[in-house]
């Protein structure tokens, strides 16, 4: 082997390993985040720390360091403790087909008679379909359009990036700012700022500005790892939710 080869070879290995501090291996925080206040929602390997929406232990095991909410039991995987301001970072993939979303200020886990545990929160959807439309990838779900639709492939992980912020709902994706919403602005039930129809009877201004974060399972595989997130504003002990006692 030539040295130009062997220097190809070594590039090569050096580049699939974690560079100290900079990367880190699936399911885990570097030492930068560790320091920005960021923290481990999944270890990778157990659902410790996470329910179905019906708070009960999942029926679908890790599957390849994810989280799979597909016949999980409920309406979707959610994170065991509401959280209200901050920054959530995630990747996802999908299967052919597929029809998810990643809920935020999900409130309260009870569902309201003829409804589902999904309209007590907020959708970021997730669905295997080309368009940028109000329930296409990056859409938050009904009442918002992403810019464009800027998902990979069948099969191909995506990176998330959602942040909760007092009233402003934004969202990346792959990089891409996709959407960004202020609920201050949806002062009408069931009417979105220009004065369009949603499906929803809320107006979300009112909605909790805290609750939990959920997978959805909406008939399909999806799968969900390097799931972090940074509080805007840190948690105290004795903090109840904003929405009411659970």
């Known amino acids: 082997m030539s040295y130009m ?35 481990l929602l999944f270890d990778g390997k157990t659902l410790n720390g996470w329910m179905t929406s019906g708070k009960k232990p999942s029926r679908t095991p890790v599957e390849d360091g994810s989280i799979n909410p597909h016949k999980c039991g409920d309406y979707m995987m959610v994170y065991e403790k509401p959280l209200s301001d901050f ?12 029809n998810s979303g990643i809920f935020v200020r999900t409130y309260s ?52 990036v959602i942040t909760c912020d007092r009233s402003v709902i934004s969202v990346e994706l792959n990089g891409d700012p996709v959407n960004r919403v202020d609920l201050s602005q949806f002062r009408e039930v069931g009417k979105r700022p220009d004065g369009s129809p949603h499906k929803f009877d809320v107006a979300y201004k009112d909605h909790p500005r805290e609750g939990y974060i959920g997978l959805q399972d909406h008939g399909s595989p999806c799968w969900f790892k390097n799931i972090k997130l940074r509080p805007l504003v840190p948690p105290r002990a004795d903090e109840k939710p904003r929405g009411g006692k659970e």
């Not at 920054?87 to 597929?98: E, N, P, R």
């Not at 080309?130 to 992403?146: E, H, N, Q, R």
């Open 5 to 39: 080869q062997k220097l190809r070879a070594l590039l090569w290995i050096l580049s699939l390993l974690p560079c100290g501090g900079l990367l880190a291996a699936d399911n885990e925080l570097t030492e930068k985040e560790k320091k920005d206040g960021w923290i």
């Open 87 to 98: 920054v959530l970072s995630l990747d996802f993939k999908i299967s052919k087909g597929c």
């Open 109 to 160: 886990l009870t569902p309201r008679p003829g409804k589902d545990v999904g309209y007590n929160g907020l959708e970021i959807a997730i669905d295997d379909t080309k368009a940028a439309g109000f329930v296409d990838t990056g859409a938050i779900y009904d009442l918002s359009k992403p810019s464009k639709n800027a998902m990979k492939p069948v099969g191909e992980w995506n990176h998330a």
